[in-house]
């Protein structure tokens, strides 16, 4: 397996920083250590493409960035993706109400199926049941 994509180190450094930025550096810690030769192209897609390209573009800040992958997530029902931004929402300034209020336009503009699993998400995620011990 050859890692074929070209990549621009500048970008793919900044990329990286603001990847931190918003999910954190355990996160990316625990991503770059599961890389393997298979996806390592595409972990530098990612990197140069949606942290360095999009979300580093001018304005926009990370909370409102955040806010629209979060309802982009609970639209499509990527679940998995989801819940990693859900709780990373503090990185941004994002709040649990903010979230609320995208997930009610979710609902009105991609369905109340849709949105009911991120809301569970969201709930389990921000207001986990008291654990008895």
């Known amino acids: 397996m050859t890692n ?3 990549s621009d180190p500048g970008r793919h ?6 990847r931190r930025t918003v999910l954190g550096d355990a996160h990316v810690d625990k991503a770059v250590a599961a890389q393997t030769p298979f996806d390592a192209d595409f972990q530098r897609f990612i ?6 390209g999009v979300w580093a573009r001018p304005g926009l800040d990370f909370r409102t960035r955040h806010l629209i992958t979060i309802s982009i997530l609970a639209a499509l ?4 993706e989801l819940a990693l931004h859900l709780r990373s929402i503090g ?4 709040t649990p109400d903010d979230v609320r209020e995208a997930l009610l336009h979710v609902a009105a503009y ?14 389990a995620i921000f207001d986990p049941p008291p654990r008895h011990d």
Request: charged share 20%; no cysteine.
């Open 77 to 80: 029902g990527r679940d998995h």
């Open 110 to 123: 991609a369905g109340i199926p849709a949105a009911n699993s991120a809301v569970a998400q969201a709930k």
């Open 47 to 52: 990197v140069e493409t949606a942290w360095a």
């Open 13 to 18: 450094e900044r990329g990286m920083k603001i």
């Open 4 to 6: 074929d994509f070209p």
């Open 91 to 94: 990185n941004t300034g994002t």
